[in-house]
Nanobody
Framework: QVQLVESGGGLVQPGGSLRLSCAAS????????MGWYRQAPGKQRELVAT???????NYAQSVKGRFTISRDNAKNTVYLQMNSLKPEDTAVYYC???????????WGQGTHVTVSS
């Protein structure tokens, strides 16, 4: 089992910034992707950004140039720096960890991000 603890959500005005953090503990896969997905009300969960511990990074087109994902592999922690936030970024953001060559995947409890004036 892997446990994921997220932090950093909140309310921010359009154009503002937030930084999300997600710390993993437990039986962490040696090769893994960690990343963020989001789910807005009435919509399906979608990928925001992922980063593997061997250097692969992937962003949704809608956040490229505004969001930056990074990892501290020594701390098993992934971060999401979100700049130039828009109202359409409002969602519950979920941290995820999954094996690169396997099927195991775990989710965090989610953290709310609200972008509103």
């Amino acid at each position: 089992q892997v446990q994921l603890v997220e932090s950093g959500g909140g309310l921010v005005q359009p154009g503002g910034s937030l930084r999300l953090s997600c710390a993993a503990s437990g039986s962490i896969f040696s090769l893994n992707h960690m990343g963020w997905y989001r789910q807005a009300p009435g919509k399906q969960r979608e990928l925001v950004a992922t980063a593997s511990n061997i250097g692969d990074i992937n962003y949704a087109q809608s956040v490229k140039g505004r969001f930056t994902i990074s990892r501290d592999n020594a701390k098993n922690t992934v971060y999401l720096q979100m700049n130039s936030l828009k109202p359409e970024d409002t969602a519950v953001y979920y941290c995820n960890i999954k094996e690169i060559f396997g099927v195991s995947s775990f989710w965090g409890q989610g953290t709310h991000v609200t972008v509103s004036s």
